[in-house]
């Protein structure tokens, strides 16, 4: 009796753990996402005052 639940409580720590890793990484990448998409809107050329896209300087 006693081993059986030790190992549940093992099982159910493993399972936590796991939904909180899974968690952690889906807020990661979120978080990877929005950088990345500011990213790309800062480096797109923006247009001069004539309406033409310049290439930005690096």
């Not at 990877?32 to 001069?48: C, G, Q, R, W």
């Amino acid at each position: 009796m006693r081993q059986s639940v030790k190992t549940i409580f093992v099982l159910l720590l493993l399972v936590g753990l796991f939904y909180l890793i899974n968690d952690s990484i889906r807020a990661s990448a979120v978080k990877v996402e929005i950088d990345f998409s500011e990213f790309i809107a800062n480096a797109l050329p923006e247009p001069d005052e004539n309406g033409v896209e310049q290439p930005t300087k690096v």
